[in-house]
């Protein structure tokens, strides 16, 4: 289908036909390529396909604790699998979604067994997509989307057959396409939270903290302090600026109390935080430190308190932009690339977002 508005709602249409009544499918396993990186003893990153999700286990003594996954039940199965491969073990104790989009929960029946944890806010944006299945079809869309790029750079550059990545690539988008023709079941989390939640597993403790609306609808941050961790979504990324609601933000305007909610959470979790602790995002293989990572705290902080008070002061929004430069007044994150998410100017960007949520 060469239209994405059709090939959309066809696959809107094969989802609410097919989901909930597909029978459970005996296959292999498909080679996805994934990679593991150990970041001690008792926890692991997982890394798998084109768009380089991570997936992160931790060990404990209740059992293994694993942070999204992913884009469809056989994705999560294979990612499953790597866990207990790795650990050697498959005592699962919980899975939790860092946030509800489809490459970190539509994979979420291949843990069905255990409990799942997730905001609040993030169950009733999966318990949307079970009353509106309409308002995932551009994400139903993504592997056939993936899928036909893919096959056009393989038949454009041959030599990329060579590449076992471009191999692996084409097969993951057809894994994906091929699950969400046969229908998806939504497993959202049975057990939520509202601001902060604490699983206690003895020899670890799992800390989790509502973000609210960034990235998606709940983001949530993750801390595993006795392992030095945190896992934070799409929130922040050692190589740009952060962006305040972007391109793939939700719908919905920013408000001054979400605003808020960012900064108190941002300095919480940083206050805990230390020299040795390792920062991991829902996407690449790069780990950040501190040193990485409380700048753009600091930014996102600065900023909008900047934002704000030029607002007070009466001027405009353009007198503002021309009073915040990004490299002189924020020289902390100098260095960060000023484009990212289709943005050429992350920062402008950044200014009048927050101009807009000021009171």
Request: charge should be neutral; charged fraction near 20%; include cysteine.
């Amino acid at each position: 289908m060469s239209n994405p508005r059709a090939s959309s709602l066809f696959l809107a249409a094969l989802f609410i036909a097919a989901a909930g009544s597909a029978p459970a499918r005996a296959q292999a396993a498909p080679d996805l390529g994934i990679k593991v990186r150990r970041l001690g003893p008792r926890a692991a990153v997982f890394n798998v396909g084109p768009w380089d999700n991570t997936y992160l286990a931790v060990a404990t003594q209740k059992g293994i604790v694993v942070i999204d996954s992913g884009f469809s039940k056989t994705v999560a199965q294979a990612v499953r699998a790597a866990i207990q491969a790795e650990f050697k073990r498959s005592d699962f104790a919980f899975l939790i979604n860092s946030h509800e989009h489809s490459d970190h929960t539509f994979g979420n029946s291949a843990y069905a067994d255990i409990p799942i944890v997730g905001s609040e806010l993030l169950r009733a944006a999966m318990l949307g997509f079970k009353s509106d299945p309409a308002s995932i079809a551009p994400r139903l869309a993504i592997p056939e989307q993936s899928l036909a790029r893919t096959q056009q750079d393989l038949k454009s550059d041959p030599k990329l057959l060579e590449n076992p990545e471009a191999a692996r690539g084409e097969r993951f988008w057809k894994t994906v396409q091929a699950d969400y023709a046969a229908g998806i079941d939504f497993v959202p989390p049975a057990i939520t939270f509202d601001r902060r939640m604490t699983l206690n597993l003895g020899d670890v403790s799992v800390h989790l903290f509502s973000y609210g609306h960034w990235h998606s609808t709940g983001d949530t941050i993750i801390t595993v302090p006795e392992e030095g961790l945190v896992r934070l979504g799409a929130i922040l990324y050692g190589g740009h600026l952060p962006v305040v609601s972007g391109p793939y933000a939700p719908k919905g305007a920013l408000t001054a109390a979400i605003m808020n909610n960012w900064i108190a959470v941002l300095n919480e979790v940083m206050a805990q935080a230390d020299e040795k602790t390792q920062f991991i995002s829902c996407h690449g293989w790069t780990i950040m430190s501190k040193a990485q990572c409380a700048p753009q705290v600091a930014y996102l902080e600065r900023l909008w308190n900047e934002v704000r008070r030029a607002k007070a002061a009466g001027k405009t929004l353009a007198e503002a932009k021309q009073a915040l430069p990004r490299v002189e007044r924020f020289p902390e994150v100098a260095a960060l690339s000023d484009a990212a998410d289709g943005l050429p100017n992350v920062h402008e960007h950044n200014i009048e977002t927050l101009w807009n949520a000021a009171p």
